[in-house]
């Protein structure tokens, strides 16, 4: 399949409180499957440690996320798209150490530049997909304001429940406060193994706080996810029986997203109807 331009395209941010739970691989995983159907991929890194951006390998660089926020020009962020080692189709804004200074927030619509950055750009892709540092704070309210879901990641674990907890209220303060159309895409549950008791607990403890937004679709521990980190190449391209099994999840899950984005453009309609008439009565924003 390839893009049409009909349709409006996925924007996902990819939100945790924590480090380490596999918001990036999550990111990298489903931009592999968009890259697997041939779908026209932009990858925007917001976490200061570029690991997205390691993984995906652009032969060249100019300028980065910290340049695009420090300008926040309508559209400046097409100056800073670059092609991804990946191949035809993935391309990349890159980050770099120096987006730490971007972490605070800077003077007024601070938590919207992102959003005026990419004004024109989103629209060239199928799928736009955001990489998140760890940290609810200026970066992630940068990528919630720019996207229409949020994809929150947590292992199976004791800090699961009050982590997942975090990051959807993250979301809901952003959607309250300048991203109507903003939604939660669900609760994805990396390396997963509910064969051990402790994920299973954690497993139902999710699904009963939310049984709406618990993903259906899990992501196994496979050592082959960091084998194609390494390499720098899609999960997808690699080649054991663990690639195959984190490609189907993958899968899985960009069919997920694809839904849950074409309900929210369905939304739209009606927040965009209410945002105007929010403007247009002179609303104070503070
Ligand atoms: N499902 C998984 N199976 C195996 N290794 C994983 C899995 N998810 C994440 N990892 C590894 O765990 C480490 C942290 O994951 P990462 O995606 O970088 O987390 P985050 O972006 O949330 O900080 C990385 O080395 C990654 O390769
Ligand atoms: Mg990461």
């Known amino acids: 399949m390839s893009g049409t331009g009909t349709t409006a395209p996925l924007t996902c941010a990819v939100v ?73 189709g993935i391309e990349l804004i890159p980050s770099e150490r120096a987006l730490e200074h971007r972490a605070v927030p800077e003077g007024r619509d601070s938590a919207l530049r992102l959003r005026i950055a990419l004004e024109g750009v989103i629209d060239r892709y199928d799928v736009v997909l955001v990489d998140c ?20 990641v947590t292992e199976p674990s004791f800090f699961a429940l009050p982590g997942a907890a975090a ?28 064969q051990t008791s402790e994920h299973a607990f954690r497993l139902a403890e999710l699904r009963e706080t939310y049984p709406d937004l618990l993903l259906p679709v899990t992501i196994p521990d496979r050592t082959a ?40 453009v369905a939304d739209l309609g009606v927040a965009a109807a209410l945002t105007s008439s929010l403007t247009s009565t002179g609303t104070d924003h503070r």
Request: charged share 20%; glycine share 8%; proline share 5%.
């Open 167 to 194: 990051a959807l209220e993250a979301v809901e303060v952003v959607r309250g406060s300048n991203n109507l159309v903003l939604r939660p895409a669900g609760v994805l549950v990396n390396r997963a193994r509910p």
């Open 16 to 88: 945790a409180q924590k480090g380490g739970v596999g918001k990036t691989t999550a990111l990298l995983g489903i931009a592999g499957a968009a890259w697997e159907r041939g779908l026209r991929t932009l990858v925007v890194d917001l976490d200061p440690q570029a690991n997205a951006t390691a993984a995906l390998d652009p032969a060249s660089t100019a300028y980065s996320t910290n340049d695009v926020l420090a300008d926040a020009r309508p559209g400046v962020a097409a100056d800073a798209v670059v092609a991804s080692g990946w191949g035809e």
């Open 133 to 152: 540092p760890p940290s609810l704070g200026e970066l992630t309210r940068n990528a919630l304001a720019a996207v229409r879901l949020a994809l929150v």
């Open 225 to 264: 996810l960091q084998q194609a980190q390494g390499a720098c190449v899609p999960v997808q391209a690699w080649r054991s029986t663990g690639a195959h099994e984190a490609s189907d999840a993958f899968d899985d899950l960009l069919d997920l997203l694809l839904d849950a984005a074409a309900r929210t």
